[in-house]
Structures are given as C-alpha cells and as structure tokens.
C-alpha cells in the first residue's frame, strides 16, 4: 500500500508544494505529506533533531523538572500540548504528536497582543523572512526593529531585503551573553550556529557577539523572538536586564534540545514569574521541529 502511494506521489514531487511551517521559507512537497498520513511513527534520521532527542537520556531523568514546568502554562491547553511534545521526543510515535495543537502562526499567535508600538528584536533573523512577517503582521504600523545576524551570507541578503528601511537596524552579529568574538559555523542557511570552540568544523570562522543589554538602540523593546540554533539560553542570559525592566513578549525556539525544552522556560520563569507561557508547535509530524515558548504579561 504504501509503496503505491509514493509511486503515483512522487509524480507531483516537483509540481505541487506545502508551506510546513507558515510561510517561513520551508516548503514540504506534497507527496512527502501525503507519506506522512501512512506512518504511525518517525523514521529516527540521524542527524536531525528527533533523533538526537530520541537517544537522550534527559528528559527521562528530570520528570520532576517537566512537571513543574508544564505547570508554568497558561492553561491545561498548553500544559497538555507541552507534555505531550515532551513525550513524541521520546517515543517518535505519531499517537503522541500534538496535532490538533499546530499553527501557522509562527511567531505571531494572537496571545502575544501586538500593538502599533513595538519595537521588535528579532534574533537569528536569517535573512529577514520573519521581518518580513512582522511587517505584514503589523500592516507596516510598529515604532522600530532590530535585527540580529552572524551569518555573512545570510546578512548580506537581509541588507538586500531590509537595508533600505528607515525603521530597522541590522546588526552583523550574533545575540549572546557577553560581547566579543566566538567560532561560528557561517552555512549561509538556517543550520548556521555557534559551534565548539574547541572543535570548530564545517565553514568554521569568528563571528561578533553582542548582548542586548548593552546596546542603547535595545532599552524600549517591546517583543523578542530568538532563533538562535542551541544559543538561546545564553541570548536570554544577555537580555537579563532588558527583560527583567521592560518585561517584553517573548518568542523563543525549544527544540533544539531536551534541555532546552526545560530549562528555557525555567530561566524566563525566574526571572520574571508573572509571565504566563503558551506553546506553539509550527511544524507537522514526524517533525519535532519549530516549537515555540510564548511568554507575556497577564
């Protein structure tokens, strides 16, 4: 059954495609989709996400930790969705996998609120595609925006994309915990990270770092979104004082790791508890990708 499926998909493997994740640049053709409804569990691809998720221990080892973060959630709603994301990273299982909790609306769900005001920080901006949402989320109406990218190719075509607006700073350089120069691995794709300094590989180079507390341009910000492949914690550790004085809306990546599925929301939660957390989930199964912590003030 499942081999004739992928014989007469396959067909439409060029011609009809899927936004996976909103819009976001990330497009599934059809006939994969149409693969994924026959599968009841993830085939584990080494390398990705799931399967690195799968082979760790630590979720198991911190139920404690889970539970007092599914706790944090604004409602059973999102409690439930966080759990039972917690699990699928376990098991692949697709009986596991929140479905009925995916959007589209990544980075922009309707509990953020966003007014005509915000000064939005967006790091990890690639090359603008979530600017670009912003924008259009906003109908153009906002106060500023600032943008953080490492990536020279990736920042080269932002400067394409958004050089030219009035409203936007673009910085060449990547949101951390402290200022100064660390090993990056410049892809000119959205795997682009930090890497080991002790065993750069691939396109290795030192890339600037930059805190958000110590940039002037970033005292007003209203809304911060982080996409930072693993470096999330350290961006958030660099935003401290921002956070704790203005008390932004946040949008920040999970899933890059287990630990990060816990502890992220564990810092925010420190530093700021009155923050009530949402979960967005913004890629469809088998996928564990694109899941999103929400934080705003009640």
Same mark, same amino acid.
């Given at each position: ?61 911190? %139920? ?26 376990? %098991? ?207």
């Amino acid at each position: 059954m499942i081999e004739k499926i992928f014989a007469v998909t396959t067909k439409f493997a060029h011609k009809y495609i899927l936004p996976a994740s909103g819009g976001e640049g990330w497009m599934i053709p059809i006939y994969q989709r149409i693969q994924w409804l026959t599968m009841s569990r993830a085939a584990i691809v080494p390398g990705t996400v799931l399967a690195a998720a799968m082979q760790s221990s630590f979720l198991k080892e911190n %139920t404690g930790r889970i539970e007092r973060v599914a706790d944090m959630m604004a409602d059973e709603e999102n409690k439930n969705a966080y759990l039972a994301l917690i699990k699928y990273r376990q %098991t692949g299982l697709k009986k596991d996998f929140p479905s009925k909790h995916y959007s589209t609306k990544k980075y922009f769900v309707k509990q953020l609120r966003l007014g005509q005001d915000e000064v939005f920080v967006d790091c990890g901006a690639f090359t603008g595609n979530t600017l670009s949402h912003f924008i259009k989320n906003r109908k153009g109406k906002y106060k500023a925006a600032i943008a953080f990218e490492p990536d020279p190719y990736s920042f080269q075509k932002l400067v394409k994309n958004h050089g030219g607006n009035p409203k936007i700073t673009l910085i060449n350089a990547g949101a951390y915990d402290r200022g100064g120069e660390i090993q990056f691995d410049a892809l000119g794709s959205i795997g682009s990270k930090i890497t080991d300094e002790s065993n750069p590989a691939g396109k290795s180079r030192s890339i600037q770092v930059k805190s958000i507390d110590s940039l002037d341009m970033c005292g007003e910000i209203t809304f911060i979104k982080m996409d930072v492949e693993g470096a999330e914690l350290n961006a958030l550790k660099g935003a401290k004082e921002t956070i704790l004085r203005n008390k932004p809306k946040l949008a920040i990546s999970l899933y890059h790791s287990n630990e990060d599925m816990v502890r992220l929301a564990e810092y925010i939660h420190e530093l700021v508890p009155e923050y009530k957390f949402y979960i967005g989930q913004h890629m469809l199964f088998p996928s564990c990708g694109e899941t999103v912590l929400y934080a705003v003030m009640p």
